[in-house]
C-alpha cells in the first residue's frame, strides 16, 4: 500500500473535511460533525463539572436561569442543540459554554445586576458554540498530528472526529483554551444579537462586563492579590470574554443590529434580584470558606477550623464546609472524625464528588482497601478525570494484588502527572508481576531519576540492580 507524503495526506483533508458554518454560511474546514461535537461535549460535561467546584444546588433558580438560556437557544442559529445548564458552586468568576453545556459560577452571577447582563454573558458564551468555534478549535488541532489525520483516512468506516475519539485521548481542559480575537469579536456580536431579539437592552453587554470585572476585582483582593498582578486578570478568565472589550467595539456592533424593540425597561433587574437573594446570601458564608481554604492551603489548619466554624454557623448546609473540615481531620491523622465530617457532607448531597474520595483516603488510610475501592469508584464515577482518585484505586488495587487493575489507574494518573514521585515505582511493581519486566525495568527508572531517596525510589533502586538484564 502507498502511503502518502504528510503534507499532500493534509491537502487532501483540507479538501474533503468541510461544513457549513451555521453562523456565518460559509464552508469551512471542519474534522468533527455536529454529532460528533455533541458527543465530545456531553463526554466532558462530568469533569468540567467537578473541576469547577460542581453544581450550586437550588432548583428554583436552575429552573429559572435555564429558561432564560433556554431563551438564547430559541433565537439562536442551532435552536435544537441538547444542553444543560447550571451554577458551578466556586467563587471564581467565569461562565463558559461547550456542546451540551452552559455554566456560570457562583463568584459570577452575584454580581450582575439584571437578566440583560447575564444574557449578555450567556450570549456570548452560546455564541461559541453556535460558531462551532470548539468544533474548529479540535478540527484545527488534529492537523498538527499527522500520525492521527493519517489514522483518520485509513481507519475504513470512521469520520475525522470518531478517529479524533479512538486515536486520541482528549481531557475535557482542551475544550475550554482560549478563542482568537476574531472568536470573540464574533461571540460578541452574537451575544448583542441573541440580546435585541429577546427585547433585553444590548447596551447591558457594556455593564455585564464592568460586573464581570468587578467580581474578579473582589475576588483577587480576597487572594491578597493585586488588579493586575501577573496577568492574573487574564488567567482566571482564560475561559471568558477578553478583559479589556473596548466600548467602542460593543457600541458599533449595536449599531449594526437590525431593527429591534426594548420589551419594558430592557434589563429585568426585579425579577432577577429576587430569585438572586438567597444565593447572595449564601455566598456571605463562602467568601469566609474561602478564607478557610486557603489557610488550609497555607497548612494553617486551626486558622482554617476557626473560619469553617464561623462559615458553618451562617449556614450549616453546604458540603464544602464539611469536606474541608473532614480534609483538616485526615492532615491531623484523625481518621474517624474525618469520616464523620464526609459523611455529614454526603448526608446533604449523596453525590458530592469530593466527600466520595475523602472516605475513599480514609478507609485507604486504614487499610481497608475493599471499602475504598468502592467509595473511589463512585467518585470516578462522578469524576472520571480526578487524577487523585486514579491514584488512590491503583494503590488499593496493588495491596490487593489487582495488577491488571491498579495498571490501568495508575497510567492513567502517570499521563497527566508524569513527574509524580511515586507513580512510576507502582507502576513498575505492577509490571513485573504482570511478567512484563522490560516495562518493569523502564518505569523503576523513571522512579529513580525523578525520586530516589523516597521509600518507593530505594525500592525501585534494588529492582533495578535485580532486573538489569531487562534494561
Same mark, same amino acid.
Given at each position: 500500500? %502507498? ?19 451555521? =453562523?456565518? /454560511? ?22 468540567? #463539572? ?14 429559572? $436561569? ?93 469520520? +475525522? /472526529? ?22 470573540? *469579536? ?5 451575544? =448583542? ?5 429577546? +427585547? ?36 482566571? *478568565? ?86 474541608? $473540615? ?35 483516603? =480514609? ?10 475501592? #468502592? ?18 484505586? +491503583? ?41 512484563? $519486566? ?7 527508572? %523513571? ?9 518507593? +525510589? ?8 535485580? $532486573?538489569?538484564?531487562?534494561?
Amino acid at each position: 500500500m %502507498m502511503l502518502l507524503k504528510p503534507a499532500l495526506l493534509i491537502t487532501i483533508l483540507l479538501f474533503l473535511s468541510c461544513a457549513i458554518n451555521p =453562523v456565518t /454560511g460559509e464552508r469551512e474546514f471542519m474534522l468533527v460533525s455536529e454529532e460528533q461535537e455533541l458527543a465530545l461535549g456531553m463526554n466532558a460535561t462530568p469533569n468540567l #463539572n467537578w473541576t469547577y467546584g460542581g453544581k450550586y444546588r437550588d432548583t428554583e433558580l436552575d429552573s429559572y $436561569l435555564t429558561t432564560l438560556v433556554k431563551n438564547i437557544w430559541n433565537v439562536s442559529e442551532r435552536p435544537n442543540m441538547q444542553f444543560k445548564f447550571a451554577v458551578q458552586n466556586t467563587s471564581l468568576p467565569n461562565a463558559f459554554a461547550i456542546p451540551g453545556y452552559v455554566a456560570i459560577t457562583r463568584g459570577l452571577i452575584i454580581e450582575l445586576e439584571n437578566e440583560a447582563q447575564f444574557l449578555a454573558i450567556m450570549g456570548h458564551e452560546a455564541g461559541h458554540v453556535m460558531a462551532r468555534h470548539t468544533a474548529k478549535r479540535l478540527s484545527l488541532s488534529q492537523v498538527q498530528s499527522v500520525g492521527i489525520l493519517a489514522g483518520s483516512i485509513l481507519l475504513e468506516g470512521q469520520k +475525522g /472526529g470518531d478517529a479524533l475519539l479512538t486515536l486520541g485521548a482528549l481531557g475535557s481542559s482542551l475544550l475550554l483554551l482560549k478563542y482568537d480575537r476574531d472568536q470573540e *469579536l464574533q461571540a460578541d456580536r452574537l451575544g =448583542v444579537k441573541y440580546m435585541a431579539k429577546l +427585547g433585553y437592552d444590548p447596551h447591558e453587554a457594556l455593564n455585564a462586563h464592568k460586573q464581570l470585572e468587578i467580581a474578579v476585582e473582589k475576588y483577587m483582593k480576597r487572594l491578597g492579590k493585586e488588579q493586575r498582578e501577573e496577568t492574573f486578570l487574564d488567567e482566571i *478568565l482564560s475561559t471568558h470574554p477578553r478583559s479589556e472589550v473596548r466600548k467602542e467595539e460593543i457600541e458599533a456592533m449595536i449599531k449594526e443590529l437590525p431593527p429591534y424593540t426594548i420589551a419594558g425597561d430592557g434589563k429585568g433587574a426585579e425579577t432577577f434580584n429576587s430569585k438572586l437573594r438567597k444565593i447572595r446570601e449564601i455566598n456571605k458564608a463562602y467568601i469566609i470558606f474561602d478564607e478557610a481554604e486557603r489557610a488550609f492551603k497555607e497548612k494553617k489548619l486551626s486558622e482554617s477550623k476557626e473560619k469553617l466554624e464561623k462559615a458553618i454557623a451562617l449556614n450549616n448546609q453546604q458540603p464544602p464546609f464539611y469536606n474541608l $473540615l473532614g480534609n483538616i481531620k485526615i492532615k491531623e491523622s484523625r481518621y474517624s472524625e474525618a469520616e464523620e465530617m464526609y459523611n455529614r457532607a454526603l448526608s446533604i448531597d449523596p453525590e458530592y464528588q469530593p466527600s466520595l474520595y475523602g472516605m475513599g483516603m =480514609v478507609y485507604f488510610l486504614r487499610e481497608d482497601y475493599s471499602r475504598a475501592i #468502592n467509595y473511589i469508584s463512585r467518585s470516578l464515577e462522578l469524576f472520571p478525570e480526578h487524577y487523585g482518585s486514579h491514584f488512590i484505586i +491503583g494503590r488499593s488495587y496493588i495491596a490487593l494484588r489487582s495488577y491488571k487493575k491498579a495498571l490501568k489507574h495508575l497510567n492513567i494518573f502517570s499521563d497527566a502527572i508524569p513527574k509524580h514521585p511515586e507513580v512510576h515505582g507502582y507502576l513498575g511493581i505492577c509490571y513485573e508481576n504482570l511478567g512484563d $519486566l522490560r516495562s518493569a525495568y523502564r518505569e523503576y527508572s %523513571m522512579q529513580v531519576k525523578i525520586a530516589p531517596n523516597n521509600e518507593i +525510589g530505594r525500592y525501585a533502586q534494588k529492582r533495578l540492580y535485580v $532486573l538489569r538484564m531487562y534494561r
